[in-house]
């Protein structure tokens, strides 16, 4: 079975400030897909961003990327000039594609961001 | 798109009593699926569909859940008889496929008293 470890229960940091989520998995699939979603308040669950396993280059979009290490199943995430607006909790989620299929979660990571 | 919709977005009740939430999925997606988020377990899968049909139900907890999806727009989980243990914020969330994206609705949360 697949889990996925998020060893930051909470982090804080200043505005405008980079900070970065970690994220590791254990699996022994070699094709899959990673994710970070986001929780703000509101309990809405958001995509953030996606990252197929077979893609060596790392997703970004707009202020978050993510650093990818395959052979380190290591999946974190970058939130570059951290706005009010990003606290939220930030879930990592594995899925392998083919089989049985499922969205395994992270514990998640609290982020606050400090005006 | 609309997104995922879900109703009612809170629901309080009382131990014993029949409980249904509902969801309808963005059109176009064959996966719909049901999630439970709890502080003490996370987020858990419940059940998802393909093409209406439940596909994996092992994450329901017990019989006192169900889950249907009579056509493509709506789906229902019901817990009947609730218990306090069963509050928590429900999830529903669809995907055109199994390798895409899933997209959450804004959730349910349920206070069983």
């Known amino acids: 079975a697949q889990t996925v470890t998020q060893s930051q229960p909470e982090m804080s940091v200043q505005e405008a400030e980079t900070v970065t989520l970690s994220c590791t998995y254990d699996t022994s699939e070699n094709n899959y897909y990673l994710f970070w979603y986001k929780q703000p308040p509101s309990r809405q669950m958001i995509l953030v961003i996606r990252?197929?396993?077979?893609?060596?280059q790392n997703a970004t979009e707009n202020r978050f990327s993510v650093n990818f290490q395959k052979a380190a199943k290591s999946f974190s995430l970058k939130i570059s000039d951290s706005q009010l607006g990003d606290t939220a909790m930030y879930f990592c989620a594995f899925m392998k594609p083919f089989g049985n299929e499922k969205l395994t979660f992270g514990t998640g990571t609290r982020l606050t961001i400090i005006p | 798109d609309a997104g995922v919709i879900q109703s009612p977005r809170h629901e309080v009740t009382e131990m014993g009593q029949e409980v249904t939430l509902r969801c309808k999925p963005i059109s176009g997606h064959d996966y719909l699926f049901w999630y439970r988020q709890t502080m003490m377990r996370g987020l858990e899968l419940l059940i998802y569909?393909?093409?209406?049909?439940?596909?994996?139900d092992s994450g329901m907890p017990e019989d006192r859940f169900s889950a249907k999806m009579p056509n493509a727009s709506f789906s229902t989980l019901k817990i009947q008889p609730s218990e306090p243990r069963d509050s928590a914020v429900y999830f529903c969330?669809?995907?055109?496929?199994?390798?895409?994206?899933?997209?959450f609705g804004p959730g349910t949360r349920l206070l069983v008293l």
């Open positions: 969330a669809s995907s055109p496929d199994l390798q895409e994206t899933q997209y």
């Open positions: 569909f393909n093409n209406n049909v439940p596909i994996d």
């Open positions: 990252q197929e396993a077979y893609k060596q």
